[in-house]
């Protein structure tokens, strides 16, 4: 499940953790498992993530929670067949969208 940001530059791993709904320490244990997290750090250390952060977050959420690939496998996916994973995420997700909208459409009925 993941809630959208606004749009903003960085995101703050609260913000992040917050919008997935787990744990900061889980976005921190995928920041070291995944090449694809980069998140910048501050003077202070605290991570600062970019919308293409949050874009790998949603893969590797998607991949993980709700397909249930193991992390190895995740990893693999993302490697061999990136490109084709986040088409197929991006459908996904548009596909979501219509739904609630229909769903809120049918409610307002």
Do not use: C
């Amino acid at each position: 499940m993941y809630i959208e940001l606004p749009e903003k530059r960085y995101y703050a791993i609260g913000e992040v953790a917050k919008a997935f709904a787990v744990n900061t320490s889980l976005i921190r244990f995928w920041e070291k498992e995944f090449d694809a997290l980069k998140p910048k750090k501050n003077a202070k250390g605290n991570r600062k993530f970019t919308p293409e952060d949050i874009k790998n977050l949603k893969l590797i959420y998607h991949l993980v929670k709700e397909r249930g690939f193991t992390l190895e496998g995740a990893k693999i996916h993302l490697k061999e067949d990136k490109q084709e994973t986040l088409n197929n995420f991006e459908i996904i997700s548009k596909l979501e969208d219509i739904r609630n909208q229909l769903i809120k459409i049918k409610e307002h009925l």
